[in-house]
């Protein structure tokens, strides 16, 4: 099965899933910074979840509880560029355990993970959506209903088409 998306709408077997990207739209040539969503074919690697706020979730891809110490480097020049860390930590990171309900679940999209090369982005995750669904900084941002639907469907084959 894939997933398409085109035009903040995700489309897959017979659903039309709203969403929200990058603030700054699509875009081959994805930089650090940029907030842009990149464009190509994506496999989904794992999904992260707070376990205090979902208490349950059937899929096939890998899962793992989120710690309150877990971030993920966004530091270009890091060793850990683009990588799943442990606070405290040195460089730059993004907190993946907030008081927004944004990250309760993440699913990590295979985005520049191996190899990973600098400077071409980060943390690019499919997660929850924000009230009215504003532009993310690169992300795709859907309903909490609509993620755990998406995630009860995909597996390893499953591919993310960003068009």
């Given at each position: 099965?894939n ?12 659903y ?5 990207i990058?603030k ?11 907030e ?5 074919s ?10 205090d706020?979902i208490?349950k979730?059937?899929s096939l891809?890998v899962k793992?509880k989120?710690k309150r110490?877990f971030?993920?480097c966004?530091e270009p020049n ?5 990588k799943?860390?442990?606070f405290?930590?040195k460089?730059?990171a993004?907190k993946?355990?907030?008081k927004?309900n944004?990250?309760d ?7 520049n993970?191996?190899p990973?090369?600098k400077?071409k982005g980060?943390a690019?995750?499919?997660h ?5 669904y504003?532009s993310t900084k ?5 309903s909490?209903k609509d993620?755990m ?5 995909i597996?390893?084959?499953t591919k993310l088409?960003?068009?």
């Amino acid at each position: 099965m894939n997933i398409i998306l085109k035009k903040n709408k995700l489309y897959f077997n017979n659903y039309k899933l709203r969403c929200s990207i990058g603030k700054r739209g699509i875009t081959l040539n994805k930089r650090e910074g940029d907030e842009k969503t990149p464009r190509g074919s994506f496999s989904l690697k794992s999904i992260f979840y707070r376990k205090d706020r979902i208490l349950k979730i059937n899929s096939l891809l890998v899962k793992k509880k989120i710690k309150r110490n877990f971030g993920w480097c966004d530091e270009p020049n890091s060793k850990f560029y683009n990588k799943l860390i442990n606070f405290p930590f040195k460089d730059s990171a993004e907190k993946l355990w907030i008081k927004q309900n944004i990250y309760d679940v993440i699913i990590v999209i295979n985005y520049n993970l191996k190899p990973t090369i600098k400077h071409k982005g980060s943390a690019i995750f499919l997660h929850i959506a924000k009230k009215n669904y504003p532009s993310t900084k690169g992300c795709i941002a859907v309903s909490k209903k609509d993620i755990m639907l998406l995630i009860s469907v995909i597996d390893h084959k499953t591919k993310l088409i960003i068009d």
